[in-house]
């Protein structure tokens, strides 16, 4: 179980980002965050992979304080990172990446398992350079391919995992959206704005100006963001929901 208490966080020139966010994410759930561009969605994900650290507050993984923990401390505690805009590794191929992800060798029938969940044809991609050639969803699918071949991981975070996806493999990250919602021992934590993926969250938790605006199950927060959707703004904010 994830649990957030009290975290703020602020820009470098003392701008308050997040303010006093209070939250959790109970096992083998998938929640979704959402909100205005702006509001801080990125900023907690990165608070919660590791990547910032809080001005205040607590971060609980499993009743255990991570608050302290870099990404690299709470990468072996079980928590997994999907950048919203993925790292290029000059010289590292896709092999090696999934591969390093994993923590162990990969079979083609494995590779071809992880990167096929993707709409990668492993054929094509295993032997390719995570660099520059790769197109930004090319990139993108990969650095969520590298989060699927984690298999000591279970909290899955994924901050915009639609970005730079065609609407093919779009519905193909649905399925596994779905796969790891029925598997009931990992927790999903995905930053996104599409209402496919709104539909299938456990729990919707929607940020805004640094706070938490509303969170709870799908059935009585996704009516109250969809409920003037002809605008496409959001009745709890008065503000562009779906950017």
Not at 225 to 238: A, H, I, V, Y
Request: aromatic share 4%; charged share 25%; proline share 5%.
């Amino acid at each position: 179980m994830l649990v957030l208490e009290h975290i703020a966080w602020n820009l470098p020139d003392g701008e308050p980002i997040l303010k006093d966010i209070t939250l959790t994410v109970p096992d083998g759930k998938l929640a979704v965050v959402t909100g205005p561009n702006g509001g801080g969605k990125t900023s907690l994900a990165k608070l919660i992979a590791g990547l910032e650290k809080p001005a205040a507050g607590r971060i609980l993984l499993d009743g255990v304080d991570i608050t302290g923990l870099d990404i690299t401390q709470r990468a072996k505690k079980g928590v997994a990172y999907a950048f919203q805009q993925p790292v290029r590794f000059k010289g590292l191929s896709v092999r090696d990446l999934l591969e390093l992800a994993a923590g162990n060798p990969l079979s083609d029938q494995e590779l071809c398992t992880i990167l096929g969940q993707v709409g990668l044809c492993a054929q094509d991609y295993t032997d390719r350079q995570v660099d520059a050639s790769l197109s930004g969803g090319e990139s993108k699918r990969i650095e969520i391919a590298t989060v699927l071949a984690r298999k000591d991981a279970n909290l899955l975070i994924f901050d915009e995992p639609e970005a730079g996806i065609d609407l093919w493999s779009f519905s193909g990250l649905i399925d596994v959206f779905q796969r790891i919602k029925s598997r009931k021992q990992d927790s999903a934590l995905i930053i996104s704005h599409q209402e496919r993926i709104l539909q299938i969250a456990d729990e919707i938790i929607v940020i805004a100006d640094g706070e938490v605006r509303s969170a709870g199950p799908r059935e009585q927060i996704l009516p109250t963001l969809l409920g003037d959707e002809k605008t496409g703004r959001c009745p709890l904010e008065g503000g562009p929901l779906y950017e």
